[in-house]
């Protein structure tokens, strides 16, 4: 049976690098705010990829206290009333 970590994909494992590093930085820069908002990324195309998502999404929040993670459609929406 193989190791666990040699199951892993390359782009996975950038991925997981990379929220690593972005939580660093954001608990430097926000460790006294009471809510940090941030862009959510999209989701996985493919179902496969939902518990990779998910465990990225907990690595990019993790340590910090209340997070507001905001996804929009992808169009915007501009509303005049006259």
Known sequence: MKPEWENLNQSDVRRMHT??????????KSKEAKLVLLNMPGPPKNR???ENY???LEVLTEGLNRVLLVRGGGREVITIYS
């Open 19 to 28: 929220a690593m590093r972005l939580n660093e930085v954001i608990i430097k």
């Open 54 to 56: 998910m465990e990225f």
């Open 48 to 50: 496969m990829g939902n």
